[in-house]
């Protein structure tokens, strides 16, 4: 049995805060299309791709924001998103805004299947930035005050022939997201991000983003044996400008499609999931080489501490 999977990465372009949730529904609807004409299994879109990314503003009333979190999904809304996806017989991933019923609020990302239904919710457990107003930065990252990190965990789900994973921006620069899943026998990890140019906190990073998004996702896919499927909204969205770079990501660790825009991009792969057993059956045997009782400081402590 074919153990191929025919992944499209549609990548966006900016979603300025005038769009409405139709306007973008088009986009996405425009992309799955084309995804599907390209005879696509999956196509994988950013995160936070329903709306502009909001945590660049800081609203002292949160609940001023609301309109940007979904509450359900599919909603009336996004319904006719699903329902593409089960006329074209594809299956998507969608990074969204979730406000739960009793009040919370995670950065979550959905695995839907080729019959529109939801196979599982991630929910981001990196969230990077801060929680209050910094009024001397060019603009707010202020994802600690708009979501709660997960307390879910990372998980890996048999899906679309294989063990596929999820992971949500800043979740891309830590080794352990990739460990985690690793150990779950992860095939396919799928990532939707936003990543402005600039980093306030350190602008000598700058220059170095798009090195640094392939540095994280390509040794995340060879130290695991793994795909891993990048998705950027990228370009100029109100005046911040963003990383394209999507990216799909062998188990290699080499790159086999990349965008080339800012902009709303289409890149697709038909990726072989036994190419992972090329490195989990060898150098990355983890049953054989790994040393467990070496790393207990990686769940025993969360800082450094000086022995
Ligand atoms: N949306 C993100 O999580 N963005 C972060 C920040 C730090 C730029 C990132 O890691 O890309």
Redesign the pocket.
């Known amino acids: 049995m074919s153990r191929v999977i025919v992944v499209g990465a549609a990548q966006l372009g900016p979603i300025q805060r005038a769009h409405t949730r139709q306007d973008v529904l088009k986009r996405l609807m425009a992309l799955m299309a084309e995804a599907a004409s390209r005879s696509c299994d999956v196509v994988v879109f950013p ?1 936070l791709a329903l709306t502009t990314f909001f945590p660049r503003w800081f609203e002292p009333d949160i609940t001023t924001t609301n309109h940007f979190y979904e509450t359900q999904m599919p909603s009336s809304v996004t319904q006719p998103l699903f329902d593409e996806a089960r006329r074209l017989n594809i299956a998507f991933c969608l990074g969204y805004a979730e406000l739960t019923h009793d009040g919370h609020r995670y950065n979550t990302q959905v695995l839907v299947g080729k019959d529109a239904k939801i196979i599982a919710h991630y929910r981001k457990i990196h969230v ?2 801060h929680e209050h107003h910094e009024p001397d930065r060019p603009f707010q ?1 202020a ?1 600690r005050y708009y979501f709660e990190p997960s307390q879910d965990g990372f998980g890996v789900w048999n899906a679309l022939g294989g063990r596929i994973g999820m992971m ?3 979740d891309r ?1 830590w080794p352990e997201t990739y460990r985690v899943m690793g150990l779950k026998g992860v095939e396919m990890i799928l990532c939707g ?4 140019l600039h ?1 306030a906190p350190d602008p000598t990073q700058d220059r170095l983003q798009s090195f640094h998004n392939s540095l994280v996702m390509q040794s995340g896919a060879y130290q695991n044996g793994t795909w891993v499927v990048g998705v950027a909204k990228g370009g100029c969205e109100e005046g911040v400008d963003s990383l394209g770079d999507s990216a799909i990501i062998a188990p290699s660790g080499e790159i086999m499609a990349q965008a080339t825009t800012t902009d709303d991009e289409l890149l697709t792969y038909a990726c072989d999931l036994d190419w992972c057993n090329n490195y989990k059956n060898t150098l990355f045997d983890f049953n054989r080489y790994r040393r467990p009782d070496m790393y207990s400081s990686i769940t025993a402590q969360r800082g450094v501490v000086l022995d």
């Not at 991000?193 to 402005?196: A, G, L, Q, S």
């Open positions: 995160e990077p930035g990252h994802e949500i921006c800043n620069r991000y936003n990543t402005p980093y």
